[in-house]
């Protein structure tokens, strides 16, 4: 499939005020996530962003960066506005958001999320494995997933972050996406849902439209950079692996 890897970066986060130039033993991390998606292998890579200092680091090291509509409401949206006005946008059969908060991704796994695209979902994402302890934290997106018993691929029909105390077919939801060019373009032209106000998570929009959300299950478990607490759990894992 010829595919794009589109990582949305926006400085202004209220619980971590510029997130994607936090070093990570001493490389911000929207370099290091830029860097995963190229190892990746797969096609064009794109850093969109709405400041000067991720658009000046990303072109340093040879990347591609764009600045979008400071405005725009989510990633998703600078997602879109990326496609929209790309050049060969109709040509892309796979269109991949990867976070800008992600710096353990491992690059295998990016290729895995647009195997439910090939399957004839609207959406693809990928989950994990949940323990106990995980289910019950609230930072911890769970997706409820029915499988169909092929390349373990299955549908997911709940997300959810409040803990239900059940664990059969719960998993640890990876915020990785992949759409076609008329998924996206019908997604972002939705309203948001009252399950997403509800649950605060994008994916009830797909999910309340009728739109289908396919899942991969990887093997590894990632975690977002949220917090400073989150940077620092990082970079301990990656000085680890050094």
């Known amino acids: 499939m010829k595919t794009i890897i589109i990582i949305p970066a926006r400085m202004a986060s209220q619980r971590f005020p510029n997130k994607p130039m936090a070093l990570i033993d001493g490389i911000p991390m929207i370099q290091r ?3 995963k998606a190229k190892l990746a292998n797969i096609g064009e890579v794109v850093v969109a962003c709405c400041e000067k200092i991720v658009f000046d680091k990303i072109n340093s ?13 989510s990633g998703t949206d600078r997602v879109y506005e990326i496609i929209n006005n790309h050049p060969n946008a109709n040509q892309f059969e796979c269109i991949i958001n990867l976070q800008g ?23 693809g994402t990928l989950v994990t494995h949940i323990s ?16 169909i018993k092929r390349e373990n691929i299955g549908e997911a029909i709940d ?3 409040k803990p239900k105390k059940v664990l059969k077919n719960i998993y640890h939801h990876i915020g990785i996406y992949s759409f076609r060019i008329n998924s996206l373009k019908k997604f972002i032209g939705l309203k948001p849902s009252e399950n997403e106000l509800f649950h605060k998570l994008e994916q009830w929009r797909a999910l309340d439209s009728n ?11 990632y975690f977002g950079v949220d917090t400073e607490e989150d940077l620092l759990k990082a970079e301990n894992i990656i000085k680890d692996k050094k």
């Open 132 to 147: 106990e302890e995980e289910e019950k934290n609230i930072n911890i997106t769970k997706a409820k997933v029915n499988w």
């Open 101 to 123: 908060d992600m710096p353990l991704v491992d690059p295998n796994d990016i290729q895995k999320v647009s195997i439910p695209l090939m399957q004839g979902f609207d959406i």
């Open 61 to 73: 090291i040879g990347g591609t960066a764009i600045m979008t509509n400071p405005d725009l409401p």
């Open 211 to 221: 739109m289908t959300i396919g899942t991969k299950y990887i093997d590894e478990s």
């Open 33 to 35: 996530v830029w860097e």
């Open 159 to 161: 997300f959810y972050k």
